[in-house]
C-alpha cells in the first residue's frame, strides 16, 4: 500500500486510520471538509454536494490518479423515530452515507480497475440489525452492504477486492454531533483498534478478500 484515498479522515475512525497510515508511511489522500491534523493531502470536500465530489474527483485524477485503495469512512448519524422523521434528515444521511460513496467510485471506477486498486466500505452494525430510532442511519447503511456485494460482482474479474467492514459502536464523538442524548462510550471500542485491524485487511495478499466482516462490541 503506497497511496489510499480517504473519505472521513479528518475525525473518529477516518483519522485514526489516517494516522496509522503517516506512521506507516502510506501517503493519504483525505476528503473531508475540515483538514486532518495528521500529514496528509486534503481536498476539501463536502460530501452533501455533488459539484464539490465532482471536484474531487478532477482533482483525484490530475494529482493522485495512481491509488492503491479508496476507503469509504466519512459518515453521519440519525436518530429519530418513523414518525418525525423528516425528508431533510433522510436525504442528509442517504447523500453522506450512500450517494458519496456511489458517485465517487462511480466516477473512479476505471481508475480503479486500471490501479487494480481495493475499496473499503465502513457500514455498521445498524447494517445487520433494527435499532429503535436508527431506521434512516439504518437503512443508509444496509443499503450500503448492496453496493459492495454489487462492486464485488462487477470487479470479480479484476484484481480490486470490496471490503465491506461493519464495526459496532466505537469511541468517537459521532452521535453527539447529531443527538442531543447523552451515551455513555466507557464500553465502546477504541477507533484505533479497529483502524489497526482495517489496515491489516488491506494488507493480506491479493488472493485473499475479506468480503464481509462484522465486528461486535463485547463489554
Ligand atoms: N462511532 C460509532 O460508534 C460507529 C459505529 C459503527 C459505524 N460507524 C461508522 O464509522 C464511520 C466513521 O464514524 P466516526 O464515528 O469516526 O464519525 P466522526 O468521528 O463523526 O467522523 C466522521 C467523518 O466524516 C466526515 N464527514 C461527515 N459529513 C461530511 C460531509 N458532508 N462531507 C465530507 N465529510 C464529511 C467528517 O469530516 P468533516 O466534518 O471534516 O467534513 C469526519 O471526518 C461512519 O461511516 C459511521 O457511520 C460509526
Same mark, same amino acid.
Given at each position: ?42 481536498? #476539501?470536500?463536502?460530501?452533501l454536494r455533488e459539484d464539490s465530489i ?75 440489525k433494527a435499532y429503535e430510532d436508527q ?7 444496509w443499503a450500503l452492504r448492496g453496493v459492495? #456485494? ?30 442531543? #442524548? ?38
Amino acid at each position: 500500500m503506497r497511496k489510499i484515498i480517504l473519505t472521513g479522515g479528518s475525525d473518529g475512525l477516518g483519522q485514526a486510520f489516517g494516522e496509522i497510515c503517516a506512521q506507516e508511511k502510506i501517503d493519504v489522500v483525505c476528503l473531508s471538509r475540515q483538514a486532518p491534523q495528521y500529514a496528509a493531502h486534503h481536498i #476539501q470536500t463536502n460530501l452533501l454536494r455533488e459539484d464539490s465530489i465532482l471536484q474531487a474527483v478532477d482533482q483525484i485524477k490530475a494529482h493522485h490518479a495512481c491509488f492503491d485503495a479508496l476507503i469509504h469512512c466519512a459518515g453521519v448519524y440519525s436518530a429519530q423515530s418513523p414518525s418525525t422523521l423528516s425528508y431533510s434528515e433522510v436525504e442528509r444521511v442517504m447523500k453522506v452515507n450512500l450517494i458519496a460513496p456511489l458517485l465517487l467510485t462511480g466516477q473512479l471506477f476505471d481508475l480503479i480497475k486500471e490501479n487494480g486498486a481495493d475499496i473499503l466500505n465502513v457500514g455498521s452494525t445498524v447494517g445487520t440489525k433494527a435499532y429503535e430510532d436508527q431506521c434512516a442511519y439504518g437503512a443508509s447503511k444496509w443499503a450500503l452492504r448492496g453496493v459492495s #456485494q454489487n462492486w464485488q460482482l462487477e470487479l470479480k474479474k479484476t484484481k480490486c477486492r470490496v471490503i465491506q467492514f461493519n464495526p459496532g459502536g466505537f469511541k468517537s464523538d459521532l452521535v453527539k454531533k447529531y443527538d442531543s #442524548q447523552n451515551v455513555d462510550l466507557s464500553a465502546y471500542m477504541d477507533p484505533q483498534d479497529l483502524a489497526r485491524f482495517m489496515l491489516h485487511i488491506l494488507q493480506l495478499p491479493k488472493s485473499m478478500e475479506i468480503s464481509e466482516v462484522l465486528i461486535n462490541r463485547k463489554d
